[in-house]
């Protein structure tokens, strides 16, 4: 008898782990975001508009907040301050192998409900290598593809310093 009950004490706990979510947000009275287009003092003229259309994609794949333009409870904003491209490996033959991006920006989430910064960075530095050699390593094959990661880790970060605090 005892047996049954520990048994069905261990499928409830199982059954109640099973909901459980992997996202979290810190301020679940924050449900609808803006995001503004990013100020672009690069010498990359598109990376303004790449930057915001992948993180409005981002943010409608991640789910947490709605996307909106009018009345949002909180809002994203930021300044790309620069994009460079350095060599970042050489192959046997002293050809370039893979190129890295660093990505410099300034980024602010702020909670409009309660009228505070919930995150800033004014000096924010994402990297990502890629490929301009068959011999290379980088998950990324092009320097397209490597802006659209660095713009996903863009969102992981701004997330992980906002909703996922604690």
Not at 33 to 44: D, G, H, Q
Not at 97 to 107: A, G, H, K, N
Request: one cysteine or more.
């Amino acid at each position: 008898m005892v047996k049954k009950f520990i048994y069905l004490g261990l499928v409830a706990a199982v059954l109640c782990g099973c909901s459980y979510s992997v996202y979290s947000n810190a301020y679940p009275h924050l449900k609808k975001v803006a995001i503004r287009p990013f100020e672009n003092k690069s010498t990359e003229f598109e990376l303004g508009d790449i930057v915001y259309n992948g993180l409005v994609k981002e943010f409608q794949k991640d789910g947490r907040l709605k996307l909106v333009t009018q009345q949002p409870d909180c809002v994203v904003e930021g300044t790309i301050l620069k994009l460079e491209e350095d060599v970042y490996s050489y192959d046997s033959w002293n050809n370039v192998q893979d190129y890295m991006l660093r990505l410099t920006c300034s980024v602010v989430f702020t909670d409009l409900i309660n009228n505070q910064i919930i995150y800033e960075n004014k000096s924010l530095v994402i990297t990502e290598p890629y490929a301009v050699s068959p011999a290379s390593t980088a998950k990324c094959r092009s320097k397209e593809e490597a802006i659209d990661e660095l713009v996903s880790k863009l969102f992981r970060n701004i997330i992980q310093n906002s909703l996922e605090t604690w």
